[in-house]
């Protein structure tokens, strides 16, 4: 009786670049995801080249890391004539500024991070969301749904109020501040190449 190996299955060729696409969203490096999945930096990178076919625990280990479940990076990456995906309420990850007074819920879709990022963004007052740099040529979009915020984006600044739009530099430091005196909501669109 031959011994049995760990169970793996065939995995599609393009788990690897939604498995890059999601740590990206989350600004992970390998070395992030390595330590908060337990997955080895050697193994993600291989994973990300589709240099191996991970087991089925490996996968499930990073997904729990990139708080995305299996079948939805799964379902997203495979064929649909109509509708593509469908993310539900609880599985929208959120992202939160360092001050913990802004939180950011990725509308997008998570396989275009690299062209376009779409956000629905909620800031206290108080609140600052403050960015590096982006790629170059990066540009943002913000719509401001209610109360009022200020950008600065390469020194210059701007008060967008509800209603309002601003177009800026993402590719400088900058800076989206929660002005007003209630809760600001606004959508923030990050188109990241530049158009041609």
Request: aromatic share 4%.
């Amino acid at each position: 009786m031959t011994k049995r190996k760990t169970a793996r299955q065939d995995v599609p060729a393009e788990l690897g670049g939604a498995i890059q696409r999601l740590r990206k969203a989350y600004h992970m490096s390998l070395g992030d995801l390595s330590e908060v999945s337990g997955v080895a930096k050697s193994i993600i990178s291989q994973i990300e080249r589709n240099e191996t076919n991970p087991t089925i625990g490996t996968v499930m280990k990073l997904t729990r890391a990139l708080d995305v479940p299996l079948r939805d990076v799964l379902a997203g990456i495979s064929e649909s004539p109509a509708i593509i995906q469908h993310q539900k309420r609880a599985d929208i990850p959120i992202l939160r500024s360092e001050d913990g007074l802004c939180h950011l819920a990725i509308a997008g879709a998570l396989d275009l991070v690299e062209v376009v990022q779409w956000y629905d963004f909620h800031a206290k007052p108080g609140g600052a969301l403050i960015s590096e740099a982006h790629q170059p040529g990066c540009v943002e979009h913000l719509y401001v749904i209610t109360g009022e915020l200020t950008v600065t984006s390469g020194g210059e600044t701007a008060a967008v109020r509800a209603g309002e739009s601003l177009r800026y530099r993402g590719d400088l430091d900058h800076e989206i501040r929660n002005s007003g005196e209630e809760e600001a909501h606004a959508t923030l669109v990050l188109i990241m190449r530049p158009l041609a």
